[in-house]
């Protein structure tokens, strides 16, 4: 379990382009996660105070998303502005979703659960933002650790080397082969789920098709049956 | 600011659970509420607010938390 004060990633910034929302979950905490018009990441609570629609499903405009259900439409510090079966209605304050501070760094957009008031961790630095891929897998981080610290990475054409294996964070973890160099943003689902947000060094563009591929071969190994030795 | 609006609800309640609910639907929308009476069969409010979310206020009671039933609903605009 992650301190509220801690970055956690929730996608890599590639993967929400402008305009659009995807959902997320961090340790049971449903997220939706969107981009503005302008380009600006938002991560908020994935749930219309209306009737419980997931914001996820809604339609982002401008520098506003409204709920797929009804149409009510929240500006970018959650407070809902414009209800369309009502569209004289001077929307009070209280109808608001939840809000959670958002970073981008190294090509991850990543948030924390925390009120404004608690003091934040330092973000991760990771060196790296390429993206490869996000990967999600059936099993525990500590599994995922446990998998990546036997790893060979492709470091070139029918070549790979052992990786090493370095955890920076919680949720930031490195793995280096030979000049390849591998960042790993780790986001928690649940006890037995994970995301893995893949980014690689700018001068591994050459073997990005060949990562990904590693990283298919990864998702089965993490999925793989646990055999009486491991758990032994 | 609006008249005060009354309603009576009438149904099978738990009252702690209705009265719950009803004050978070009041502070999500911005609504006063006042509690005349609640017993196991009927519960008496009175609110004041947009009308719009009065309205949106008696929709969310007359469906109501999941272990109550709301059969009638009596509305009086003062």
Known sequence: MSSEAAWVPVALSASIEPGTSAGAVVEGAELVVWRDAKGVAHVWEDRCPHRGMRMSFGFVRGDHIACLYHGWSYDTAGQCRHIPAHPDLDVPKTIKIATYAVEEAGGVIWTRLATAAQAADPLPTMGTNLPVRSLYADCSAAHALAILKQTQLPVGKDETYPARLQVVTPHAWTLEAGALSLSIAVQVIGPQKIGLHILADEGSVDLIAALARWAQALRLALEAPVTVAEVA | ?78
């Open chain 2, 1 to 78: 600011m609006n008249p005060p609006v009354h309603f009576l609800f009438e149904g099978a309640f738990d009252c702690d659970s209705f009265l719950g609910f009803a004050r978070h639907r009041a502070d999500r929308l911005d609504i006063d509420l006042d509690v005349n009476a609640c017993s196991g069969t009927r519960v008496s409010l009175s609110v004041c607010g947009q009308e719009a979310l009065v309205d949106m206020f008696e929709m969310a009671c007359s469906l109501g938390p999941t272990d109550c039933i709301v059969m009638d609903v009596t509305r009086s605009d003062a």
